[in-house]
């Protein structure tokens, strides 16, 4: 299994692909629900090292950021329609700032609660852009939901570096409380030191942190900050603080980290500068390792390992759809059918 390096690239599928990757991604997930049901198929979506092979297995780059949002947008497109009990909401840039609206409207499809979701979906986008600051910044967002369990998958970009972050969350049926929520995180390169508040031995800080916002302390600990941490380190103590969403903050008097963070203008500053003072002056220590931690069938979209060959690839299309007919078979003929499926997309 080779290292997974998502570097940031510019540009899109050809649509010669595009159109096989959509048509090959349905009949794979056809078959995870058919033997599995929905639920094997998120579990198998929220795992970061299924989800890149199941983009190379589809020919994608083995290589590239748009692993996540061109493997997003097939299954948009694969799952979106009344096949299936499975939707997929949000998208890169601009699509993700539509995640709301797609929710309503494909909540409404399947009968769920589209609040709930909107509000999960909201968490997991602000806790990892702002409570893991790990120098990458969310530019795509994505929820994945059925009629009772919910996941998301969402990537962020370090532009000076030219790399990219993949972040899977765990499968859950009711928002959870933000600690150790991730199934996996996928990057190159693991960043010497973080500010994970979402990390289980982050669990006193965030508490510290919540009753400095709500005793009104966080101006004065503020100020302290700059006597005890010197400019130029890595932990400098951040310039711009939204003292008019502190004050916000402290007239809500939040009892949980999930509130504090769904402030507006309660950013990545902010929480860093509560986590130092937990830190520094309350000895509430925060969790400052970083938590991030393939394989082919048909080729890769720029010729690596080898070029994509289209007709093989269409035979692979064909003979997927010629096992999905063959429901009506002997259990066992079933079973071995599926097994020489897996064994010729070397999943």
Request: aromatic share 12%; hydrophobic share 40%.
């Amino acid at each position: 299994m080779s290292e997974i390096y998502l570097p940031l690239h510019q540009g899109k599928a050809p649509y010669w692909l595009l159109k096989r990757m959509k048509s090959l991604a349905e009949q794979i997930v056809k078959v995870i629900v058919l033997e599995y049901g929905e639920i094997e198929f998120l579990r198998r979506i929220s795992d970061p090292i299924f989800f890149q092979s199941f983009s190379n297995v589809l020919g994608f780059d083995w290589n590239s950021s748009g692993t996540t949002t061109v493997l997003t947008g097939v299954l948009k497109s694969v799952l979106n329609k009344p096949d299936f009990e499975i939707r997929v909401a949000g998208g890169k840039g601009a699509n993700a700032l539509k995640t709301p609206e797609e929710i309503r409207k494909f909540a409404s499809e399947l009968n769920v609660d589209a609040e709930k979701l909107i509000n999960f979906s909201r968490i997991s986008a602000k806790a990892d852009n702002c409570a893991l600051i790990d120098g990458y910044t969310l530019y795509h967002h994505a929820i994945f939901f059925t009629p009772k369990y919910f996941t998301v998958i969402q990537q962020g970009m370090n532009v000076e570096e030219k790399l990219a972050r993949r972040y899977h969350w765990s499968i859950y049926e009711n928002i959870p409380k933000l600690e150790d929520v991730h199934s996996g995180i996928i990057s190159d390169r693991i960043e010497k030191e973080v500010v994970n508040m979402l990390s289980g031995r982050s669990r006193e800080a965030v508490k510290t942190s919540i009753d400095i916002i709500r005793d009104r302390k966080f101006k004065e600990d503020y100020a302290k900050l700059f006597s005890v941490v010197k400019f130029g380190e890595k932990l400098m103590v951040p310039r711009k603080i939204d003292w008019k969403a502190v004050e916000k903050a402290y007239e809500l008097q939040p009892e949980r980290f999930e509130d504090l963070l769904l402030v507006r203008g309660i950013g990545r500053e902010t929480i860093r500068a509560l986590a130092l003072i937990s830190d520094l002056i309350y000895n509430a220590e925060y969790d400052k390792q970083d938590p991030a931690k393939y394989c082919f069938a048909v080729g890769g979209k720029d010729g690596v390992p080898f070029p994509v060959r289209r007709d093989v690839y269409d035979q692979i299309i064909d003979f997927m759809k010629e096992v999905l007919k063959q429901t009506d078979l002997e259990s066992f003929e079933k079973k071995k059918a599926f097994e020489r499926l897996w064994r010729s997309l070397q999943i």
